[in-house]
């Protein structure tokens, strides 16, 4: 949620058209968010792009223009979007049989379609409307590598973080049918169906082959199309359509407006667009040591109240034992006191006689799963915390490989099985901070399986001296 009393936009995005780049910055009010004013860094170059249209999502972008729009004023929101047209975006047609996986479908096309393997990178994509026996797929995909650069630039600028990246097509630009001539991509919407109907080119041929596509020239010839360009080449065919243009102020504008409409006022997100969600990066080493002087200082305090609740206590029974210093009859009433209480103590711990193991089997129960757990610690994975919540125990780690949180639950319950406890895998998260994605932290949750950890936890309390 935005600080209310922050100049901050609510939020920021940053686009590069392919022939230009620009940031966004939107304010949300009654629930709508609206555009609070659009700025270019004053380099009004085109960004580079290589010939083949998909060797852009094998290249890494610097990220130097994320950095110079960042830094102008006033400040941009925290969480930064970035709506790039050198992320690999494609739509899809494939045979599809029912009870196959839609999403290893689309991995296989994807790839094969922009050469980025599906394992060294992040990918995402929405269906769309399609015959029986076909699939068809809105697809976005850009490697780890990029994504990280991206993350690092948009991390240095003091107080910002990067939320998501999308391409910056597809945008709903009103109630008349669309085309979108990006570098080597073209979309295509209609507006006369019920169902979103998107159509895409790939490749540099990709806007000669959009017009002369069927249903684009019967809505040119109708006059029901409105054309959006990154920068001033519009096709002789489409040359009477109206026409959004991003190299110009006021077409920034306008799309700008339509992305606000987008923005859906819950999610505060692009759901309408395949979008890469990207994780917060891990504490920096100045957090660390902020939280470690917070864990320490309330550990001293700790100590501190511990150390003076024994000084009290001592002093307390040094004042009884002087009390006891009495008269002999004083003492005579004392000693009936005294076994009084003796025979009130051995009433009350008859009737607690069933009762007698559950202390010492809750003293001794951290310590021995503390042990099962390092025991079956390998060299995947590291414990960094443990919590425990009622008669469950979290554990959390962090492991160099995808199958390290798998491989450390199936040995754990090798060892607490017996004991009466039952593993499982809570979650698992990749950090993005190598190029395969790792490393990932997990958590395992550690619950009893059944009634046998209490027997198991009152027969060792019965054991304890």
């Not at 005579?332 to 007698?356: A, V």
Request: with cysteine.
């Amino acid at each position: 949620m935005a600080n209310p009393f922050s100049n901050r936009p609510a939020k920021t995005v940053l686009v590069d058209t392919g022939h230009g780049y620009f940031r966004v910055d939107l304010g949300q009010k009654a629930g709508r968010f609206q555009v609070l004013r659009v700025i270019t860094n004053g380099d009004s170059s085109e960004s580079a792009r290589s010939d083949d249209f998909f060797e852009d999502a094998l290249a890494v972008d610097d990220g130097a223009w994320i950095t110079a729009l960042l830094q102008l004023k006033p400040k941009p929101a925290a969480a930064v979007k970035v709506l790039s047209a050198k992320v690999a975006a494609a739509v899809m047609e494939m045979p599809y049989l029912s009870g196959e996986s839609e999403g290893e479908s689309v991995s296989m096309e994807l790839e094969s379609l922009t050469g980025l393997s599906t394992v060294e990178s992040q990918w995402t994509w929405k269906r769309l409307p399609s015959e029986e026996g076909l699939l068809r797929a809105w697809a976005i995909q850009a490697s780890f590598e990029q994504l990280m650069a991206w993350r690092n630039v948009v991390g240095s600028v003091r107080g910002c973080h990067l939320a998501a990246v999308c391409h910056p097509g597809g945008i709903q630009l009103g109630t008349v049918s669309q085309l979108e001539l990006w570098p080597g991509l073209a979309l295509y919407q209609q507006t006369d169906t019920n169902a979103r109907n998107l159509q895409g080119w790939s490749g540099e041929g990709s806007s000669i082959s959009a017009v002369a596509d069927v249903s684009v020239g019967d809505s040119i010839s109708r006059g029901n199309l409105l054309l959006l360009l990154p920068n001033g080449e519009i096709p002789a065919e489409a040359s009477d359509c109206a026409t959004i243009r991003l190299d110009e102020e006021a077409g920034r504008l306008k799309w700008a407006e339509h992305l606000a409409e987008a923005l859906d006022p819950l999610s505060k997100s692009l759901e309408a667009l395949p979008r890469l969600v990207i994780p917060k990066p891990e504490m920096s080493n100045r957090e660390l040591a902020l939280v470690t002087a917070g864990v320490t200082g309330a550990a001293v305090l700790l100590a501190v109240a511990h150390f003076a609740f024994v000084k009290t206590s001592s002093k307390n029974l040094e004042q009884q034992v002087a009390s006891m210093r009495l008269p002999v009859e004083e003492v005579r009433d004392g000693e009936k006191k005294i076994n009084d209480l003796k025979r009130e103590l051995r009433r009350l711990q008859g009737k607690r006689s069933d009762e007698p193991f559950d202390v010492s089997a809750h003293r001794s129960r951290m310590a021995s799963l503390l042990h099962l757990l390092a025991h079956a610690v390998n060299e995947e994975v590291v414990m960094q915390g443990i919590e425990s919540r009622g008669l469950d125990i979290m554990v959390s780690g962090v492991s160099a490989s995808s199958q390290g949180p798998a491989n450390y639950v199936r040995s754990l319950n090798q060892f607490v099985t017996d004991t009466g406890w039952r593993a499982t895998l809570a979650g698992r998260d990749a950090t993005l901070v190598f190029p395969d994605g790792g490393p990932w932290t997990f958590t395992v949750e550690l619950s009893p399986a059944n009634d046998s950890l209490a027997s198991a936890q009152a027969n060792q309390g019965r054991t304890q001296p």
